[in-house]
């Protein structure tokens, strides 16, 4: 049975850090491909920041670029994304999204930025 679990979201205010941390079990976490999508209110998902399965490549939308980061430790099975500086707009429910034989999802976790 395939998890995705995310965790670390919250409340904070803007200017703060949180770090989000997505652990998977039941496929093979180090050949997928990872990636962090969010959904604001009323809003689309929208791709974040993506891992390639090595951790050696990685990507990240315009809005996020020099203030997130991600990364994965595969002997943990785990991906991260670090996210300094918050703004407001980054306020949504974060998904972490695992690309392997199928497409995975985890269930979402909300990070609120307060003004």
């Known amino acids: 049975q395939v998890q995705l679990v995310e965790s670390g979201g919250g409340l904070v205010e803007a200017g703060g850090s949180l770090r989000l941390t997505c652990t998977g079990s039941g496929f093979t976490f180090a050949r997928a491909g990872m990636k962090w999508y969010r959904q604001p209110p009323g809003q689309e998902r929208e791709l974040v920041a993506s891992i390639s399965p090595s951790g050696g490549s990685t990507r990240y939308a315009d809005s996020v670029k020099g203030r997130f980061t991600i990364s994965r430790d595969n002997d943990e099975n785990t991906m991260y994304l670090q996210m300094n500086s918050l703004k407001p707009e980054d306020t949504a429910v974060y998904f972490c999204?695992?690309?392997?034989?199928?497409?995975?999802w985890g269930q979402g976790i909300q990070v609120t930025v307060s003004s």
């Open positions: 999204n695992a690309v392997a034989l199928q497409i995975y």
